[in-house]
């Protein structure tokens, strides 16, 4: 398949740029920020996000979707990905949605899933355990009592967890705590006893949180997917999470490009504009170069997901290296060559540069998807 959108998808990543750029420039990023905003994100913003459609892309239309695909979703995310705008698109619809869809029983589907399409209902995926990406490695347990099961533990960098009515809480229920076997998710509602949620902020003013569980009482009917065999279908989430998140940081990314490209077309220095000079304009050309193959990666991604290739998880670390250290360098270019402005809180290219640090480590940063790529080839 061709590596381009289709019309009715550029038709729709146009509207959604023309959207974000009006209702969601990085102006509103920063008015979360100084402002502490309680979610981290505009409840009004999310509904028309809602209204258009755009979470529920993916969605089964019995589910209350649009029985589109991740290329239009993906396309959505990387317009939201140019002004940054701060929603629960990540966390609630790609990683927990899918989770759902991908594991859930017919009766978790038909329940929870229209109600996240609508955005009455946010959710959370609760993974990480400690300071870097290790899916596998698990010690927050999950032990069977009666009907039910009592869970405990406590996780970190919870994506918008703070502001999530329930969580998909990744636990052990068997085996060594770094064993891929003995894996379990299960649905757990934040209200429940036992549940206790503390808001981190990030330095890109976006929102993570800190959930402890102790003895949190689940009801059995809650696990999602196969007991003791959760890490496939984690593994199948954590593919589609990082696919979307690549496709978002490409967006950014070519924000700052172009922003940075328009400052050495207006900056002078010792009488001429900054990008009539050469060793500039070489840099410039290499940022260029590599946009286009995380271009072209990202799209390869999205379509395997829409096409359940069974080399999807090659495609996503793949992606989330290529677009991760295309970020890094774009970032870092963009503040040298913007000068000591860049620096400032004033100028807004700072905050693109503060959230590729913090995206480039969600989901495993490139040295955990280069290691996992070559395990997956056989090294």
Known sequence: MPLVLTEEQHLLKSTAEDFFLKRSPVSALRALRDNRDVDGFSRPLWQEIVAMGWPSAF??????????????????????????????????????ASAILLGGTETQKSSLLPRIASGDLLVSLALEEGPHHSPSVIATSAAA????????????????????DQFIVVARTQGHHADERGISLFIVNRAQHGVSVTRRMMVDSRNMAEVQLQDVAVPAANLLGELHGGYGLLTRILDRGNIALSAEMLGSL?????????????????????????????????????????KSVVLKALQAIDDGADNLSLL????????????????????????????????????????????QQLLGDENYHVQRYANLRGY
């Open 145 to 164: 009592h009666k009907n039910e099961f009592l869970i405990s533990g406590k996780k970190v960098h919870v994506i918008d967890g703070h502001a999530a």
């Open 254 to 294: 070519r924000a700052a490009f172009d922003r940075t490209l328009d400052y050495l077309k207006q900056r002078e220095q010792f009488g001429e504009l900054i990008g009539s000079f050469q060793a500039l304009q070489h840099r410039a050309a290499r940022m260029f170069c590599e946009i286009e193959l995380a």
């Open 59 to 96: 969605l089964p239309e019995v589910y209350g979707g649009l029985d589109c695909g991740f290329m239009e979703l993906g396309a959505v995310l990387e317009a939201s990905g140019r002004t940054l705008a701060a929603s629960p698109m990540i966390s609630s619809v790609v990683l927990s």
């Open 316 to 359: 996503a670390s793949l992606a989330k290296v290529q677009v991760a250290e295309t970020y890094r360098l774009v970032g870092d270019e963009a503040i040298q060559m913007f000068g000591g402005i860049g620096m400032t809180d004033e100028e807004e290219i700072g905050f693109y540069l503060k959230r590729a640090r913090v995206a």
